[in-house]
C-alpha cells in the first residue's frame, strides 16, 4: 500500500495531508500553528468529490451558435464534454478571432486571485502572464475587500501602509496599548486567512497578551461576536453606517474641551482648520457633537463623552476593520478615523495612532521578514484599459459609457470575451440578479475551475484545473519565516491540468510558446522562484537551504530577522527627512486634489454623508426594516470549500445560517432553525434562522459564501442564502467606485410551506452527443 504525507500550505493554514494509494485520506493543521483553522478538513470529500469538473466543457448553445451569437442562457443550459486537444483548438481559435475582430482590449482578464497559495500556480499571475504575451487585456484595478481604502490612504497618508502590510506589529500594541478601539471589531473568523498562506495564528495570542497586560478592548460593532476570542471586550454596540458620525463626534469633544493635541497637528498634519470648523458646526451650522451622533448611531452621547477623554488620557490605538469601507461613501470611516488619531496625537508613537485590517487577515500586525519573495513575472500589459474591480456588471452592461473615478474621466471598454481563472464572481460581487443579466452580453466566457462553481455554470467554455494538492508548488509569504515544498500528493483528478500547462498550450497555437514559457516547464520555474528568493534572501543576511535539500526536507524554518515597527513612525521622528507621499508631505485632513474633483459625494475632508440605504431612511426602512451585514464566513474563506464538510457542518436546513435578534425573530414568529425568506427589491434567497442576543435589534447578519443557487436561471429566488442577491452593485463614491455591501435593508419572514430543494452541490448535465461533431471545429 503506497502511503505519503506531506506538507502544504493554503490561504487558511499549512496542514499535513496524507495520501494513501492515491486518495486523500487525512488533513491535520501543521503542529507550529498555535490556532489552527479547521477550514483545512473540507479538503477531504471535496478534492476527489462529484463536483470536481471531469473533462474540458463547452456550453451547448454556444456550440450551437455562430460566434458572435452564440444562442441559449448561460446558467441554464447543459454542457458537451470534449477532449483536449479540441478544446484548445476552439479557444485558440476565438482568442484570434476576437483579437482580429475588436482587439485585445475586447478580452477582460477578470481573474481575482485566491485560488491557490503557491508562488507558481497563481492562477491570476499565468492568465496576466499568458494574454500579456498575445498582446494584452482589458484590466481591473482595487480589491473588493478594502478597494475604497486603497484610493483614500494614498491621498490622506501618502501610501496604503497599514492595510494590507506595514503595521504596528503586535509587540508594540502588547507592551504599549493602554486602549484598543476597534470600530468594526476583530473577530476571529477573519483572521483565519492570509494571502500566500499562513503558518501561524497569531491574532488571538498578541491580544491576549494586551490584555494581560493591562489594555482594555472596546468592540465598536453592531456585532459582540466582532470581539476576539478569549479576550474580554467592552461592546459598544452602533446602528451599522454611522462609524463616520461617531468619530466626528469623539473629534468634537476632544476640540471643544481643549484634549486635542494642537502640537501635533501643526506639525504632521495640514488642513485641521477647515476639519475644525466643520466639526464645531462654523461651515455648515451642525455641531457633529455627541447629541448629534447619538441620534445617528443610537450610542448614548454619555458614552461618546467617556470614551474620547478615555482615548485622550490613555495610550491608545484605534483598530478600523475593512468591512467599514464597504459601505455607501466607505471612504468617509477611513478618512474620519485618521482625523480622529491625528487629533489624539499619538500616530507614530508605539502602541498608538491608527491601523486598518487588524484581524481582517492572520498577517496584520506580523512583522515582515525584510526581503520580498519573488513571483512570476507577468510582464507589460500594452491596453490601458482598465476598470474598478466591483464595476465589472456596469462595463458589460454599459460598453462605452462613462464612469469617473479618483478623479479621471473614463469610458468601459466593449468586451467581448471574459477570461476568468481564480476567483468566483458569483460570490464576489453584488445584486447577482443584475451581474447574471451582465453576464449574458459577452460572445464568450471562458474559465478555468476545480468546481462546478456558480461562474463554471455561467461560462461557455470549461476548463478542468489542478487543486494546490494535484502539482508542485512553493509556498513562502512575507510575514512568515517557514518555507514549504508544496509537493503533490495525488494524481490530477479526471484529466484536470495545471493554469500554466493550459496557457502554455494556448501559447503555442498562438505563436508565443517560447514567450510564455522562456523554454522551462513548472518544475524548471519553481527551482527558478527559489533561487531568486535565496538571493533577495541572501541580500538582507538571511539563509536559505540548497534547494534539493529543501524539497527532499519538505520545508524549513528561516532565521526570522525582522523588525518591530510602527505605523508612520519614521514620520514622526522627523517629518522633515521622512516626508509622506502626499502634496504636502504631511498628513492630509484637507486634501484640496480631492476638493478638486469636485465630487459631492466625497469633498475635501471627512464628513458625514447619509447612506443611501441605512436604517436612518425611513422610506426604504418603513419597506425594509432589517438592515443586512453580510461578513467573510467563519467556516470558509470565501466561497471556497462551501461543499466541505466544515461549511456543511454550519448550514441551517441546509442552507447558509442567518442571524436575527431574537425580538425581531419574535416580531415575526421565527424560531431558531426555521427557514427565512429574505428580500428586498433586488431579489430573495431562503437562509437558515439562528436567534441571538449578540446582534443590535433591527440588524441581521447572513455571511457570504454560499453557491450562488437560484431555483430557475435567474432572477428568481436564490435557495441556498448566498446575501450577494440582495446587496446593491453601486459604489462607494465616484472617487473609488468600490463595492457598498454593507449598506443593504431587507425584510425576512419565516417561510411556510415546502421549501425549493438546495442543488448547488449538483454538477450540471454533461452531454454527450454525438451529433455536436464538426461544429466549431469539433471531430
Known amino acids: 500500500m503506497e502511503s505519503r504525507t506531506l506538507l502544504t500550505t493554503l490561504h487558511w493554514g499549512t496542514y499535513e495531508v496524507s495520501a494513501e494509494n492515491g486518495r486523500l485520506v487525512g488533513v491535520e493543521p501543521w503542529s507550529g500553528d498555535p490556532d489552527p483553522s479547521p477550514i483545512g478538513k473540507s479538503m477531504l470529500g471535496t478534492t476527489q468529490g462529484n463536483m470536481r469538473v471531469a473533462r474540458p466543457a463547452i456550453r451547448r448553445g454556444w456550440l450551437e451558435g455562430d460566434r458572435s451569437s452564440p444562442i441559449g442562457r448561460r446558467g441554464g443550459e447543459p454542457f458537451v464534454e470534449v477532449p483536449w486537444e479540441t478544446a484548445l483548438d476552439i479557444l485558440a481559435a476565438e482568442l484570434g478571432r476576437v483579437r482580429t475582430a475588436h482587439g485585445n482590449a475586447a478580452i477582460y482578464a477578470g481573474s481575482y ?38 484610493i483614500i490612504l494614498p491621498h490622506v497618508l501618502g501610501s496604503t501602509d497599514g492595510l494590507t502590510g506595514n503595521h504596528s506589529t503586535w509587540d508594540g500594541i502588547e507592551q504599549h496599548s493602554q486602549l484598543i478601539v476597534a470600530f468594526g471589531g476583530l473577530p476571529w473568523r477573519n483572521a483565519q486567512i492570509q494571502g500566500g498562506g ?24 453592531p456585532v459582540r461576536d466582532d470581539a476576539p476570542r478569549g479576550v474580554e471586550a467592552e461592546w459598544l ?25 494642537g502640537a501635533f497637528l501643526a506639525r504632521y498634519c495640514t488642513g485641521f482648520e477647515s476639519v475644525r470648523a466643520y466639526i464645531v458646526g462654523e461651515s455648515d451650522g451642525q455641531p457633529k457633537d455627541p447629541a448629534w451622533a447619538a441620534s445617528l448611531s443610537g450610542v448614548a452621547k454619555d458614552k461618546i463623552i467617556a470614551l474620547a477623554r478615555e482615548m485622550a488620557a490613555r495610550r491608545t490605538i484605534l483598530m478600523v476593520s475593512w468591512s467599514l469601507q464597504r459601505a455607501d461613501h466607505g471612504e468617509q470611516p477611513y478618512w474620519a478615523a485618521i482625523t480622529l488619531a491625528a487629533l489624539l496625537g499619538q500616530i507614530g508613537l508605539a502602541g498608538g495612532g491608527i491601523g486598518f485590517g487588524y484581524s481582517s487577515t492572520n498577517g496584520a500586525g506580523r512583522p515582515e521578514l525584510g526581503f520580498r519573495w519573488p513571483s512570476v513575472p507577468q510582464g507589460r500589459n500594452p491596453v490601458p484599459d482598465f476598470i474598478p474591480a466591483a464595476r465589472v456588471a456596469d462595463m458589460l452592461l454599459d460598453p462605452g459609457g462613462s464612469f469617473e473615478f479618483n478623479g479621471a474621466s473614463l469610458s468601459y471598454p466593449d468586451v467581448r470575451l471574459v477570461y476568468w481563472a481564480g476567483g468566483n464572481p458569483f460570490h464576489h460581487h453584488q445584486d447577482l440578479n443584475r451581474l447574471v443579466e451582465a453576464w449574458q452580453r459577452p460572445e464568450t466566457i471562458i474559465v478555468h475551475e476545480p468546481f462546478w462553481t456558480a461562474t463554471a455554470r455561467h461560462a461557455d467554455i470549461v476548463l478542468p484545473v489542478t487543486t494546490p494538492l494535484e502539482r508542485n508548488d512553493l509556498a513562502f509569504s512575507n510575514r512568515e519565516n517557514l518555507i514549504v515544498a508544496m509537493k503533490q500528493a495525488i494524481d ?13 498550450g494556448l501559447a503555442k497555437r498562438l505563436g508565443v510558446h517560447e514567450a510564455f514559457t522562456e523554454g522551462r516547464d513548472a518544475d524548471e520555474w519553481i527551482r527558478l522562484l527559489y533561487a531568486q528568493a535565496c538571493e533577495n534572501a541572501d541580500a538582507v543576511g538571511i539563509d536559505m537551504p540548497p534547494f534539493e535539500r529543501f524539497w527532499r526536507d519538505g520545508h524549513a524554518e528561516l532565521t526570522r530577522k525582522v523588525t518591530s515597527q510602527t505605523l508612520l513612525g519614521p514620520f514622526r521622528s522627523d517629518p522633515e527627512r521622512h516626508r509622506l507621499a502626499t502634496p504636502s508631505g504631511r498628513i492630509e485632513l484637507y486634501s484640496s486634489t480631492i476638493d478638486g474633483f469636485g465630487y459631492d459625494d466625497c469633498p475635501g475632508h471627512a464628513v458625514w454623508k447619509e447612506p443611501r440605504e441605512w436604517l436612518g431612511n425611513s422610506e426604504l426602512a418603513g419597506r425594509f426594516p432589517l438592515h443586512l451585514l ?26 447558509a445560517p442567518l442571524w436575527i435578534n431574537q425580538a425581531d425573530a419574535a416580531a415575526r414568529g421565527i424560531r ?8 428586498n427589491d ?3 434567497c431562503l437562509a437558515g434562522a439562528v436567534l441571538t442576543d449578540g446582534l443590535i435589534q433591527g440588524v441581521v447578519q447572513l455571511p457570504t459564501g454560499a453557491w450562488f443557487d437560484p431555483s430557475e436561471p435567474a432572477p428568481s429566488l436564490e435557495k441556498h442564502g448566498n446575501p450577494n442577491v440582495l446587496t446593491p452593485d453601486r459604489g462607494t463614491s465616484r472617487l473609488a467606485q468600490s463595492p457598498t455591501c454593507n449598506s443593504t435593508l431587507v425584510q425576512v419572514s419565516r417561510f411556510d410551506g415546502a421549501a425549493p430543494p438546495v442543488t448547488a452541490f449538483e454538477p450540471p448535465v454533461i452531454l454527450n452527443l454525438p451529433g455536436m461533431a464538426g461544429r466549431r471545429g469539433l471531430s
Request: hydrophobic content about 40%.
Open 492 to 504: 490530477p483528478v479526471g484529466e484536470a491540468r495545471d493554469d500554466y500547462g493550459i496557457f502554455a
Open 237 to 261: 454596540p452602533l446602528r451599522p453606517n454611522s462609524d463616520t458620525a461617531v468619530m466626528l463626534a469623539l473629534c468634537h469633544v476632544l476640540i471643544r474641551e481643549d484634549l486635542h493635541d
Open 113 to 150: 486571485g485566491w485560488a491557490s497559495a503557491g508562488r507558481f500556480h497563481h492562477a491570476q499571475s499565468q492568465l496576466h502572464r499568458f494574454l500579456n504575451t498575445i498582446g494584452g487585456y482589458t484590466s481591473s484595478v482595487l480589491s473588493y475587500s478594502y478597494g475604497a481604502a486603497e
Open 198 to 221: 499562513s503558518a501561524r495564528h497569531e491574532a488571538s495570542a498578541a491580544l491576549r497578551n494586551a490584555a494581560a497586560n493591562g489594555a482594555r478592548l472596546i468592540n465598536i460593532s
Open 630 to 655: 453580510s461578513p467573510q464566513p467563519a467556516d470558509k474563506l470565501h466561497s471556497q470549500l462551501d461543499h466541505g464538510s466544515v461549511s456543511r457542518a454550519g448550514k441551517v436546513a441546509g442552507r
Open 672 to 679: 431558531d432553525g426555521d427557514i427565512v425568506f429574505v428580500s
Open 682 to 684: 433586488r431579489g430573495s
